[in-house]
């Protein structure tokens, strides 16, 4: 009689990024033999399947697809949900749906697959670590940024505890409290305004910040904490983490799309076909940038769920034009607030001489682009790590969550990337993308990214440190009786 397969469950929170890195951890685990069900909001599932075709889903018979309902009221299906209310509902509502799921699949277990026998949980959904309690399997809390960022989200705790946060009142965004500096264990000269901005809320109940820290703290009580970092990236991060969990509870697998590059090819082109996308990937720029020569476009994405200033988006274009470097420039549909939302008329105008507008991208395609000489981002965890895996250094323009904490050991720590003040000006903008592409610090810059990836190909290869990390996960944790 054959052993009966593994089955992992694999919920990410319902945002773009999240489910990217999950559905690049669920193909790793499904090369390992692992049947998977993954589980996405049903809002989200009919985004993939609006911007990817009815058959974007369909996947196989050992990776399938399962909905849970959010409780949100309709929104703009081309949109990401709000993010104050799509967490509210994580802590509040999700659990009993997300344990009626999971009795389901273990009721129907052989027409829908093996019994459920280990639970992937986002570090934003612990319900889902609680069920895998209920149910006696192991449960691996996945944070899908850095290190660094789920230091500071693991302080989040002591700061609510000490009246550091929430903010008095909106002065202290302003009169230089934000400058304080904060002891944290692995971390140097880290101000308040360097960790993931949640904190810098005047409401005591604010929902993204208490699912963060509930979160956070609900790693406790998960079988492992698995972060999307290498360590020759966090080295100090990471040893203070081992130092706060049990021996061997904390796992560390990045960059993974080089691990899934070392996979066997699957043979399978529904699973090959499922992709990491929200919105439909327009391909022309590939070809766009085909025609540039090497080094010579600088690549500009704010992500998946900011949403910039009309007054901010006409800088940004202004101090592109002026730069005289060529740039490809995505814009999402709902990237732009105020009444009109449009670009000024002098950038369109000169832009289809110096530039490419796209609504959405492949990135990673992008960035590994020979074209590409740099990026200017918000500094997402899943930019910045496919940024780093590329090579490509990049300009900092943070906004919110881990962005700040990102950008800090962007510009300080890994010598990556400079920074562009908040309040953007074109002025600022002109001159730091020259210098990045065409200055001596800009080479430096793309030096040092050179050289991080190729620290990241090593800690992905053979006997790497992500990859030694990828076995232990599955061999300790997710196969564990």
């Known amino acids: 009689m054959d052993p009966v397969r593994p089955h992992a469950v694999c919920i990410p929170y319902p945002a773009q ?10 193909k790793l685990l499904h090369s390992r033999g692992f049947h998977i069900t993954f589980v996405n909001t049903e809002f989200n599932h009919n985004r993939f399947l609006s911007s990817r075709g009815p058959h974007a889903l369909d996947g196989l018979p050992d990776f399938r697809f399962a909905t849970v309902a959010d409780s949100l009221p309709p929104s703009d299906p081309s949109s990401t949900q709000n993010i104050p209310a799509l967490s509210d509902s994580m802590r509040r509502l999700m659990l009993a749906p997300f344990r009626d799921l999971v009795t389901k699949l273990n009721n129907r277990s052989g027409n829908a697959g093996p019994p459920v026998s280990c639970i992937v949980a986002d570090g934003m959904t612990p319900f889902a670590v609680e069920v ?19 230091m500071g989200f693991a302080q989040y705790r002591r700061l609510y505890d000490q009246g550091i946060t929430p903010l008095k009142d909106k002065s202290y965004l302003t009169n230089g409290y934000l400058d304080t500096v904060t002891e944290i264990p692995g971390m140097k000269n880290m101000r308040l305004k360097d960790l993931p901005d949640f904190i810098r809320t005047t409401n005591p109940d604010e929902p993204v910040f208490h699912n963060l820290m509930e979160g956070a703290e609900m790693v406790a009580q998960a079988s492992a904490l698995l972060i999307h970092t290498f360590d020759a990236l966090e080295p100090e991060v990471l040893a203070a983490l081992n130092s706060m969990y049990e021996p061997n509870r904390v796992h560390f697998i990045g960059p993974m799309q080089l691990l899934l590059d070392q996979t066997e090819p699957t043979r399978h082109p529904n699973l090959d076909a499922i992709s990491y996308s929200l919105w439909a990937e327009e391909i022309d720029c590939l070809r766009w940038l085909d025609s540039k020569p090497s080094n010579s476009v600088i690549y500009v994405n704010f992500g998946s769920i900011i949403t910039i200033t009309e007054n901010h988006v006409v800088e940004f274009a202004m101090g592109l034009i002026n730069s005289d470097v060529s740039f490809l420039w995505v814009i999402r549909p709902d990237l732009v607030t105020g009444p009109s939302g449009a670009l000024p008329p002098e950038f369109r105008d000169k832009a289809e001489e110096t530039g490419f507008i796209s609504g959405w991208c492949p990135q990673e395609e992008v960035l590994n682009h020979p074209a590409v000489g740099g990026f200017l981002t918000h500094c997402g965890w899943a930019s910045m790590i496919e940024t780093l895996t590329a090579g490509v250094p990049v300009l900092c323009w943070p906004v919110f969550a881990d962005q700040p904490t990102n950008c800090k050991f962007a510009c300080n720590e890994w010598g990556v990337g400079m920074e562009i003040e908040q309040d953007v000006k074109r002025e600022a903008v002109e001159k730091l993308v020259r210098e990045l592409m065409k200055g001596e610090n800009g080479e430096n810059l793309r030096k040092k990214a050179h050289d991080w990836a190729g620290l990241a190909r090593e800690a992905t290869g053979p006997g790497g440190s992500s990859t030694l990390g990828l076995d232990r996960l599955v061999n300790e944790v997710l196969l564990r009786k």
């Open 17 to 26: 990024s999240h489910v990217k890195a999950f559905v690049k951890l669920a």
């Open 132 to 150: 895998a309690r209920e149910i006696g399997v192991p449960s691996v809390s996945f944070w899908t940024w850095p290190a660094c960022a789920f």
